[in-house]
């Protein structure tokens, strides 16, 4: 009788993200009193469990061993030292700077959309206005022309869009191009629905240089607004792709940051040139 072994999760974390991984991520803290334990799951198999997580949405105490990932606990322990150490920040960073450098990313156009998900509670939560109130938070994702990720956030879901506005590309770093060309931390257009039809907004966006390509109330039909948005409304999609965002059972905004914003640099970086 022949007995089925069943093979190991596909990698999610490829070799051209480790590369950029690996020099990000901080020091060992020193052994107490120089005991060390058990020996140390490698940084790139914890990195995997971490996204093994939030790709299938599995619980952190079910992650099961078995996969080589380490314990739930070792993922989630090691997802906030990293987390406090500003690493899902800094590879997003990384991540764009080599698309940039690739001439990958089209910084002619960009578009600005959000989407609600329920939550079971905790920090940067609120009621939905939409799911008769109930808890929930929003995801603010800012996309180039193709519909890469450049920048996201997270609030309540009761949260105006418009608020995000500012916050959003305030917080955008400087982005390497390709040739001689200056960093860029702006796109010439930003694309919007209604939702971000406010003069706050449209003088922000005059006063960074930025060209308002956002319908107006009562005046922009839907048809026309679509033409260039629908990149956005897309990686949208593929963001609640990742099932442990889809439902929002982290109750703390430094695990659900560093939940997003892995799960934004994991679709940047399907577009990563090979080593």
Same mark, same amino acid.
């Given at each position: ?84 150490? $500003?690493?899902?920040? +800094? ?5 764009? =700077?080599?698309?940039?450098?690739? *001439? !990958?990313?089209? %910084? ?100 960074? $240089?930025?060209?308002? +390509? ?5 005046? =922009?039909?839907?048809?026309?607004? *679509? !033409?260039?948005? %629908? ?45």
């Amino acid at each position: 009788m022949s007995s089925s072994v069943s093979s190991p999760p596909p990698r999610l974390i490829s070799d051209e993200l480790w590369v950029l991984v690996e020099p990000l991520i901080p020091p060992r803290r020193p052994a107490v009193h120089g005991r060390t334990g058990r020996p140390r799951t490698a940084d790139r198999d914890v990195l995997e469990g971490i996204a093994f997580v939030l790709s299938t949405g599995i619980g952190w105490a079910k992650l099961p061993t078995e996969l080589g990932y380490g314990s739930g606990w070792t993922c989630w322990r090691r997802m906030h030292e990293w987390a406090e150490a $500003g690493l899902f920040d +800094r590879l997003h960073v990384a991540v764009l =700077d080599r698309l940039g450098e690739a *001439g !990958r990313l089209d %910084w002619s156009r960009a578009s600005l959309d959000s989407v609600s998900v329920r939550a079971k509670g905790g920090e940067l939560t609120g009621p939905n206005p939409t799911d008769r109130g109930k808890r929930g938070s929003k995801y603010h994702l800012l996309v180039d022309a193709a519909g890469l990720p450049l920048n996201v956030a997270v609030s309540g879901a009761n949260r105006n869009d418009s608020m995000l506005v500012e916050p959003i590309l305030d917080s955008m770093p400087a982005i390497r191009r390709g040739g001689r060309g200056h960093p860029r931390r702006r796109p010439v257009k930003l694309h919007g629905d209604k939702g971000y039809d406010v003069p706050r907004v449209r003088r922000y966006l005059r006063r960074r $240089g930025i060209t308002a +390509r956002i319908a107006r109330i009562g005046r =922009d039909s839907s048809a026309r607004l *679509g !033409r260039h948005r %629908w990149v956005v409304e897309r990686t949208l999609g593929w963001l609640l792709s990742y099932k442990r965002l889809a439902l929002r059972y982290d109750r703390t905004a430094t695990t659900i940051t560093a939940l997003v914003r892995l799960a934004v640099t994991l679709i940047c970086a399907r577009r990563l040139p090979a080593n």
